[in-house]
């Protein structure tokens, strides 16, 4: 009778965990649109501000483009962030070789042929909470959600 118990509740962690996912990678990727449509902005601006005052030469071009630059800087490294956070939830792993994805238990890459064992070795999979189903980042000894010791 325990042994049926804890398979459904497994099967309910399983599904959780599921559902969690695909909410998680749908806010992802809503926050992972928003910031190209940042960057996106940045370079029209970027871009008009330069065409506007190319012609000047009195203006000094590293200075008035900085704050610009910065911008566009953080904007990619948010789309890094998040695009490595869907990865990680649909447990993907980019080849080294040639950029493409493929499955985190894939051996080698389905494009190039590539070794993909350190690629495995350098990345930081979730965990998952035994008790209430909830994404365990990094070294965490408790849950976040239910406060069980993992």
Do not use: W
């Not at 009778?1 to 599904?15: P, R, W």
């Not at 065409?51 to 953080?74: H, M, S």
């Amino acid at each position: 009778m325990a042994s049926i118990l804890d398979k459904l509740t497994q099967s309910g962690y399983g599904a959780v965990r599921k559902i969690k996912d695909a909410t998680d990678t749908s806010r992802i990727k809503v926050l992972l649109a928003e910031e190209k449509e940042n960057l996106k902005a940045a370079y029209e601006v970027l871009g008009k501000y330069y065409y506007e005052n190319i012609r000047q030469e009195d203006v000094p071009q590293e200075e008035a483009c900085a704050a610009l630059i910065l911008q566009i800087g953080k904007n990619l490294e948010k789309i890094q962030k998040y695009e490595e956070e869907i990865r990680l939830i649909k447990r993907m792993i980019v080849c080294p070789s040639c950029g493409k994805e493929a499955d985190y238990d894939s051996m080698f890459c389905g494009h190039c042929g590539a070794d993909l064992s350190a690629v495995k070795i350098t990345m930081d999979m979730s965990r998952y909470c035994s008790q209430c189903g909830e994404r365990l980042m990094g070294n965490a000894t408790f849950c976040p959600s239910c406060g069980q010791k993992v």
